[in-house]
């Protein structure tokens, strides 16, 4: 059964750099017909996509945050990872890693399975 | 962008109800429209993936429907476990929540 697992530091300073690393099991990272993205969802709001990586390391991000996101991928570890730069209040958020399936055939592309979440709170 | 907006955003029903939520995309995006439930301190759960799509192990209670511009999700009758918070997502260019419907108990 896959699982896949968030970690990283639960506070940053404003201004630093957002560190997070989805570990996946159960499966491997490099399996074809999915690919791996983030989301975060602010404290009592809604869901924003971040962004997300195919094993080989093609990325997408969402315009709003694309200045400040990176994405990438290690296969050896069956993870991938998010870096967010410049963090202010407005970055403090529960952020979940997930896969997405896709399958063009049926206009699939969806997050069928999720991590936890892990809270991230930006605060000196 | 496109931008998903979600009606009502919240509402109000009983254990039996026959539930509806709608979605509009502000542009044409086939099928590719996805159904998400989240209950309180949980991850997102996919209940119905392009438009119609039942995702395994969801109970067939829900349905999806609509493509283009306009979607709906129905659940035919109302239990327990499904007041939560509902969301759609757009997967025809990168992906765009919906901003979310509130089921709560009547």
């Known amino acids: 059964q896959l699982q896949l697992q968030e970690s990283g530091p639960g506070l940053v300073k404003p201004s630093e750099t957002l560190s997070l690393t989805c570990a996946v099991s159960g499966g491997s990272i490099t399996s074809t017909s999915f690919y791996w993205g983030w989301v975060r969802q602010p404290p009592g709001k809604g869901l924003e996509w971040i962004g997300s990586?195919?094993?080989?390391?093609?990325?997408f991000y969402n315009p709003s945050l694309k200045s400040r996101v990176t994405i990438s991928v290690d296969t050896s570890k069956n993870q991938f990872s998010l870096r967010l730069s410049s963090v202010t209040a407005a970055d403090t958020a529960v952020y979940y890693c997930a896969r997405v399936t896709y399958d063009s055939s049926v206009k699939r592309r969806s997050f069928d399975n999720w991590g936890q979440g892990t809270l991230v709170t930006v605060s000196s | 962008d496109i931008q998903m907006t979600q009606s009502p955003s919240s509402l109000s029903a009983s254990v039996g109800d026959r539930v509806t939520i709608t979605c509009r995309a502000s542009q044409s995006i086939s099928s590719y429209l996805n159904w998400y439930q989240q209950s309180p301190g949980k991850a997102p759960k996919l209940l119905i993936y392009?438009?119609?799509s039942l995702q395994s192990g969801v109970p067939s209670r829900f349905s999806g429907s609509g493509s283009g511009t306009d979607f709906t999700l129905t659940i035919s009758s109302l239990q327990p476990e499904d007041f939560a918070t509902y969301y759609c997502?757009?997967?025809?260019?990168?992906?765009?929540f919906g901003g979310g419907t509130k089921v709560e108990i009547k």
């Open positions: 990586i195919y094993y080989s390391g093609t990325t």
């Open positions: 997502q757009q997967s025809y260019s990168t992906f765009t």
């Open positions: 392009a438009a119609s």
